[in-house]
């Protein structure tokens, strides 16, 4: 019975750690993501200031909205590309896990 009673914490045991290992996983993924989205900030944020520094060479008095625009417009650009990419990362996952 004391074997018994053994094996099952030993099957326990590796239960948690397979769930450790997902976690784990997890954990790992999202922090990639999370450096993804940084750079992607940081990009958009680059982006706007050269947008600003054109705008006030070339028209000192540009449309603030136009600019607005144009930056809100490259910045949608820039999460559907990271939408694409991250599609194209979950369906790599799905192939490689089935």
Known sequence: QSEKELQ???KQQEEKMLQLI???GEVTMLK???SQLKR???RAETEA???WEEMRE???KADTA???DRVLLRQEVDKLRLLLLEKRDEKRLLYDKY
């Open 58 to 60: 070339k028209e000192p």
């Open 22 to 24: 997902d976690k784990s």
């Open 32 to 34: 990639e993501e999370v």
């Open 66 to 68: 136009h600019v607005q």
């Open 40 to 42: 992607s900030l940081q």
């Open 49 to 51: 200031k050269v947008l």
């Open 8 to 10: 099952d914490v030993v």
